[in-house]
């Protein structure tokens, strides 16, 4: 949210963060569903004209992350919301099974921050890259013998403790160094092996974004989210089309010409979002 307040003021818009206080002409609630969020639109009812939901996890829908609570106050504040904000098609779909006026608001990436495209790309001996919450590194370990001493994780420290079948370079996941680790890749690997249910489905594309932005191809698993930032950056191959084998990826990598980041920079940036977004307000609310 903070890395778009700046783009939301270039388009004339004043936006204050955590301030229910204040009288709005459009409030969005960005919380995990719960009966204390639920009162919180209730209460900005008489203090907003329009109110929006931004949904980032499915909860509308049954899964191992999602408790009979959070489904019932999704559903709830859905029925209650002027609208749904949503982070990819997957959640959208169910969101409107409970409110009809939906937008999928694509995670965008701050492209004057992302500002520099990497064009020399080692394909022959690749650095691979991940990044993420520690814990999801795990899957990894499946790649072992190809990594092993040749990848980047780019995380919280608690990646330290966790127990690889493969010797990393682990950089600290901070603001102000991730683009430059980033670019220090050649290559991201974003394995994720429990697919096809409404949580992992729902999952944006945030983690590979920042490397499509940044010119570094990618090799992961199929998720609805990769399958769309495939339709605007040409350096994407799924691991289920080469039979699950990273060097068959690697090879099709290689084979494909040159990366082009623009599309992906163009369509997802923060201030292409941003005007998205208002555009969707204004015809939702009749504001000018």
Known sequence: MLQMVKYYNRLGVKVHINNPFIKYDVSIVYRLPSKQFYLLIKYLRNRSSMIYFDAVVNYFEKHNHATDKHIYYQRKIADNCDGIICATDNIAASARKFNGNIFVMDDPVDTEYFDIIKHTLNYCNPIFGWSGVSSKALELNKYADIINNRINIISDKRALSIDFC??????????ETFKNNILRCDIALLPRSII???????HSSFKA???AVSGIPIIANRI?????????????V??????GDIKLCME????????NAHPAR???SCE??????????HGSSGYV
């Not at 493969?166 to 603001?175: K, T, V």
């Not at 799924?238 to 039979?243: A, L």
């Not at 099709?252 to 990366?259: H, K, M, R, V």
């Not at 292409?272 to 208002?278: I, R």
């Open 224 to 236: 609805p989210s990769y399958e769309k930032l495939k339709d605007y950056f040409n350096g994407v």
């Open 196 to 202: 096809g249910d409404h949580y992992n489905n729902g």
């Open 238 to 243: 799924f691991i289920e089309d080469y039979g």
């Open 252 to 259: 099709a990598l290689a084979g494909s010409g040159p990366i």
């Open 166 to 175: 493969f010797n990393f370079s682990f950089y600290e996941w901070r603001y």
């Open 272 to 281: 292409n979002q941003a005007k998205a977004l208002m555009s969707f307000i």
């Open 266 to 268: 163009a369509k997802y």
């Open 209 to 211: 974004l920042v490397f």
